[in-house]
């Protein structure tokens, strides 16, 4: 089983995003049970919260559920998770300092590593303070990104 970490800055946009749509696709293929799959927030503000009602809106439109509560990613969280999948600079910055060793530095991506269509821009912008126009774009993106890394643990690419 690969288990994956999507961590963003409070875990209620775009890491509950990722964790829905991964979740989604890879039910989709039949490959769920080979994947145990979370979210997290570098921050500790929005602990317990259920994702933001605008990230919910776009998931739902799009068939996904997001059943997840917002927790905090601390550095023994390293020790629970195959990859830890970045959303933006900062987080993945964050994630390189909060890891313990080189072990668990090895562990951390940027979540549009896997995006075919990223090219050198590798940040989901945080649509937190933006529009519902903003959550359909970030979801755009990090539905291409995560088809994209389902692929390659499909592949091994």
Known sequence: MTRICFVCLGNICRSPLAEGIFNHLAAQAGRGPEF????????SWHVGEAP???AQRVAQAHGVALDSRA????????ERFDLVLALDDDIYGGLLELAPSPAARAKVRYLRDYDPLAGPDREVPDPYYGNQRLFEH???LIESACRGLLDELSTGR
Do not use: I, M, N, P
Not at 36 to 43: D, F, Q
């Open 36 to 43: 145990h799959v979370e979210s997290a927030g570098l921050g």
């Open 52 to 54: 933001d009602s605008r």
């Open 71 to 78: 927790q905090q990613f601390r550095a023994k969280d390293f």
């Open 138 to 140: 970030v979801y755009a």
